[in-house]
């Protein structure tokens, strides 16, 4: 054994990089480790689109909680992570998804987050390169967008300012129950805790953890100032996005600062390959046209895929593991884990620490999977 830290973080996406900013501010002395590059996993393939979702109260309350934590952080923000508080246009085609926003409207604004509805002709003077004829929609004034990969790196920055280590290239092997890490190379570095924030690799290290690759496509268009002003998603988005069974497609498209939009997303399960399927990337982009039309004349420059971790009730995992209580996870934050870094960073510091927590973590908590079997899942 070699060295101990107080924490070893493994895993540098960037919900590692939160953990470790929160726990090095904390006091306590940390040391992250990455077999690849900082941002590289997943946090370098997402969208990076900072939204507030209510498919629960837990999910509402955690993502609320981080959004507010990116409001704070706003001002202290390096300009590359383009921090854009855009807000999210959600948009109803039809009777049926204008009624689930006003539904959402009530559910936000009684839970204090920002919320208008738009009729038709306001959502097409919102977004005039919207198709004519959608039923309306809801804005949702706070979230917005950041660039991911220097969104990690910034928070990794944070991290190290207060004493924290990252070491790239450091594959671990084991995490050990009383605490250290196991490395690829065979060495050992004791700690008196480790946490497991590797994302979709994350059942590697803790076997039997609940959580499946869930596949997503992205396109990134070349670059067209003021096409879109919101992070636009189509209603039915919340259809697709819940279904567990079948792969679908929903219209998502973000505004980046450069000009450049994305275009999203796909979920597949069982698709653990990266290279781009391109079915379903004609069926995504024939969505989005559908919503815009004049995106068919644009030219896109590149595509690529990503695979988000997903637990069986969408909410992540947040807490000491089922077998080792020095054993901690960070993991399972499916398609919010960007929105969610910054809160659960937060919260794993606090629980580590032995502080209140600012907003109840019990329904984070690992051990709710105590009973879990795949065959119920
Ligand atoms: C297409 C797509 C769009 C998305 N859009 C959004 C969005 O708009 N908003 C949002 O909030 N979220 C979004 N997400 C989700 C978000 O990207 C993820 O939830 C988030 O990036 C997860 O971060 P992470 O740190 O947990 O995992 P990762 O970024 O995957 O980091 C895990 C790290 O662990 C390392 N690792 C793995 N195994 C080991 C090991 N044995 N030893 C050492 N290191 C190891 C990997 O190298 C990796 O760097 C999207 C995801 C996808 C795929």
């Not at 689930?100 to 936000?108: F, S, W």
């Not at 032995?354 to 973590?361: D, F, H, L, N, S």
Request: net charge neutral; with cysteine.
């Amino acid at each position: 054994m070699t060295q101990s830290f107080d924490l070893i973080i493994v895993g540098a996406g960037i919900v590692g990089a939160a953990c470790a900013a929160e726990c090095a501010a904390a006091g306590l002395k940390t040391l992250v480790l990455d077999r690849g590059i900082l941002g590289g996993g997943t946090t370098g393939a997402g969208m990076g689109h900072i939204v507030v979702m209510d498919d629960s109260e837990a999910q509402f309350a955690l993502t609320e909680y981080s959004r507010r934590l990116w409001l704070q952080l706003r001002d202290q923000l390096s300009a590359d992570v383009e921090y854009e508080v855009c807000g999210t246009l959600w948009v109803a085609a039809d009777d049926e998804e204008m009624a689930e926003a006003r539904r959402k409207e009530k559910y936000y604004a009684a839970r204090n987050s920002r919320v208008e509805i738009l009729d038709g002709q306001a959502v097409r003077r919102a977004e005039p390169n919207l198709r004519a004829g959608l039923a309306g929609g809801l804005r949702v004034v706070d979230d917005g967008v950041v660039y991911p990969p220097c969104a990690a790196r910034f928070l990794m920055d944070t991290a190290r300012r207060h004493g924290a280590e990252f070491r790239a290239g450091a594959a671990v092997r084991a995490l050990l129950p009383e605490g250290g890490v196991a490395l690829a190379d065979g060495s050992r570095i004791s700690a008196e805790r480790s946490l497991n924030a590797t994302g979709p690799w994350s059942p590697e290290l803790t076997p039997g953890l609940p959580v499946r690759k869930r596949k997503g496509h992205l396109l990134i268009t070349d670059r067209y100032p003021g096409f879109v002003h919101h992070q636009i998603v189509e209603l039915g988005y919340l259809k697709s996005a819940h279904s567990v069974s079948k792969d679908s497609v929903a219209f998502n498209i973000q505004p980046r600062q450069t000009g450049q939009m994305l275009i999203g997303s796909s979920r597949q399960y069982d698709a653990l390959g990266a290279e781009v399927d391109h079915d379903i990337l004609t069926r995504m982009l024939a969505r989005a046209v559908e919503y815009l039309p004049a995106l068919a004349t644009l030219s896109a420059t590149r595509v690529w895929t990503g695979h988000r971790a997903a637990t069986p009730d969408k909410l992540p995992l947040i807490g000491p593991s089922i077998d080792h209580d020095r054993v901690w996870l960070a993991s399972g934050h499916e398609g919010l884990g960007i929105t969610t870094s910054i809160g659960t960073g937060r919260l794993v510091a606090d629980m580590l620490l032995g502080r209140k927590t600012e907003i109840p973590a019990e329904a984070y908590a690992p051990s709710r999977f105590v009973n879990y079997s795949p065959a119920h899942g």
